[in-house]
């Protein structure tokens, strides 16, 4: 019996384990990024790398690590007064990816224009936005399928610049074939124009059971699911790539749910990954132990060869030490993430700088080197504080378990995602000295607001923050999972309402008809998310938002902070 199956088992497959979409998509959706101590690490380097004047920026990784879902959580999180290009297929020539990066811009530019002719109105574009204090970055995927000529062309274009400061940030994602590809002698020029790198390895053995947990809890799961000599296995299976992990869950939870069984187990785990790794096609669950074992040695013989293929032996050539990027054999904390991409600045102590700052300025100062210095250490006296913007709940003890009316729901995302949501939120950071706190954001502008009245910087909070956040939502009575097409539920009356949806008749109110179902996608396409119909918590925050409802939103919470700075 294949895992393969029919859209409708798939949905019911999603329904058995209680699950609002299917936790182990491969689509790079940034709302699942897992923060794991390397992507942390790799961000830190991407927003440096961002926030710098001109040059590029070098990811590399094997296939699969979460190079482009760490891309699209930093477009995400990026400033709006940034401009961004993002190529998807840079396997084209010079003229044609001139052509992409100026439709991405809306740079216009006639009928088979030239290069040139691209090239005048993109740099008058890119004055342009330097006049206006913007900043523009091309971002390019998969890197390594560019060629030499299309290379430099690209580190032509980053010789646009005017007195004080380049025009153009380029950042490059790519396998370490890109790595090799930058060490030709033809490109030394680009490679000394790379002011920040990193190379994004797979989970630790430490982190993929988190990494798994994470998942199922973001899709609404009931818990870890997997039993941890399965996860063990997955970990042996894939070296922790996680596009690998992805793939083996998704088809062990179809078989699970297959044999109507309540967790995942070693042997359907080793089914899983035989489909997955492309064995030959034979019935899961009858394949000889024999056969199961010589896959695993493969998998894993193939997996060491890489690595040792990476990692190991010297070097022969300047270029190629140059060219490849560290390894990391342990998880290293947030203190040597931001040393390794912090600029030595060396100052003079015989040579005066400037006035001494006042103590209000060192206070500031202080406050945005050193952003998490007076936070919650307990989550519940985060809670607390979070409660207190709210007049319906049992009380401001910080527990979750005490609310009535209210619910407290986790969600990993975006600050876009957050500033659309529209409420205030608890968030865990990591601060300097790799100590966890826990902050209260009531507002959010270019900077991230806190309920002590401090202000931090949005790059500065994006280097502490696993993306995950928690706000109070009060649900509709009734309401238990995700409301799809065609289904009844007295939620959906309401939803009408909202909508202005109001050709049902009596015996159809509260049913999920096609007008309904147009309408919620309309409505959700407006709101930033994604227009597929199904009515989840997200979709529920947002119509709630658009009546008079009990709860303090960001908006109030900047406006206040306003009026008490005038």
């Keep these: 019996m294949e895992y393969t199956r029919p859209v409708s088992l798939y949905n019911e497959y999603l329904d058995y384990f209680g699950f609002s979409e299917a936790p182990f998509s491969i689509a790079p959706n940034p709302d699942y990024l897992y923060m794991s101590d390397r992507h942390r690490e790799a961000l830190a380097h991407l927003l440096y790398g961002v926030n710098t004047d001109g040059g590029f920026v070098l990811i590399s990784g094997e296939v699969g690590t979460g190079k482009t879902t760490l891309c699209r959580h930093l477009v995400g999180q990026l400033p709006e007064r940034i401009n961004v290009a993002f190529v998807l297929n840079p396997r084209v020539s010079a003229a044609e990816l001139l052509a992409t990066i100026c439709d991405e811009l809306n740079v216009e530019y006639p009928d088979d224009a030239s290069i040139k002719q691209m090239i005048d109105p993109l740099n008058h574009f890119l004055l342009a936005a330097n006049e206006a204090d913007r900043k523009t970055v091309v ?124 967790s995942v187990d070693v042997t359907t785990v080793l089914h899983a990954a035989e489909e997955v790794l492309g064995m030959p096609d034979r019935s899961p669950w009858i394949v000889p132990f024999a056969a199961v074992a010589t896959m695993i040695v493969l998998s894993l013989g193939a997996y060491a060869w890489s690595i040792s293929t990476q990692s190991g032996g010297p070097h022969t050539t300047p270029a190629q030490d140059i060219a490849t990027a560290p390894r990391h054999t342990e998880a290293s904390d947030n203190t040597k993430a931001l040393e390794a991409i912090r600029l030595p600045t060396k100052v003079d102590p015989q040579v005066s700088t400037g006035p001494s700052p006042s103590a209000e300025e060192e206070k500031v100062q202080t406050r945005f ?178 009546s008079a409802v009990d709860f303090q939103s960001l908006d109030e919470a900047m406006t206040a902070k306003s009026a008490g700075d005038s």
């Excluded at 060490?183 to 990494?211: I, K, M, N």
Aim: proline fraction near 5%.
């Design 369 to 546: 080197s050193n952003p998490f210095f007076g936070d919650y250490r307990s989550e519940r006296a985060a809670f607390a504080m979070l409660f207190s913007n709210y007049t319906n709940t049992v009380n401001n003890s910080g527990d979750c378990d005490e609310l009535q009316r209210f619910k407290c729901v986790s969600m990993v995302g975006t600050l876009d995602q957050v500033r659309r949501l529209n409420r205030p939120v608890v968030v865990r950071v990591d601060n300097a000295a790799n100590e966890t706190r826990h902050l209260v954001i009531t507002g959010l502008t270019d900077n991230v607001l806190l309920s002590d009245g401090r202000q931090v910087r949005s790059d500065k909070f994006l280097q502490h923050w696993n993306g995950e956040f928690t706000l109070l939502w009060q649900p509709p009575g009734t309401y238990q999972r995700v409301i799809r097409p065609g289904d009844r539920h007295p939620v959906l009356i309401d939803v009408r309402s909202r909508l202005q949806v109001d050709d049902a008749t009596s015996e159809n109110i509260s049913s999920y008809d096609d007008p309904l179902v147009q309408a919620v996608r309309r409505f959700q396409l407006t709101h930033g998310l994604k227009p597929d119909g199904l009515i989840g918590v997200q979709t529920l925050i947002l119509l709630a938002n658009e």
């Design 139 to 262: 971002i390019i995927d998969e890197a390594q399928n560019m060629d030499p000529d299309v290379l430099e062309q690209l580190r032509l274009l980053t010789n646009l610049e005017t007195h004080q400061r380049k025009l153009l940030q380029v950042v490059l994602l790519g396998q370490p074939e890109l790595l090799e590809l930058l060490s030709q002698p033809s490109l030394r020029q680009l490679l000394q124009r790379v002011t920040a790198r990193y190379h994004l390895d797979g989970l630790s053995s430490d982190e993929l059971p988190e990494y798994v947990a994470h998942r199922l809890r973001l899709a609404g799961g009931r818990g870890q699911v997997f039993s941890p000599a399965s996860l063990r296995r997955i970990y042996r299976l894939t070296g922790g790539i996680p596009r690998l992990v992805n793939l083996i869950c998704d088809r062990a939870l179809l078989g699970t749910y297959v044999q109507e069984k309540l």
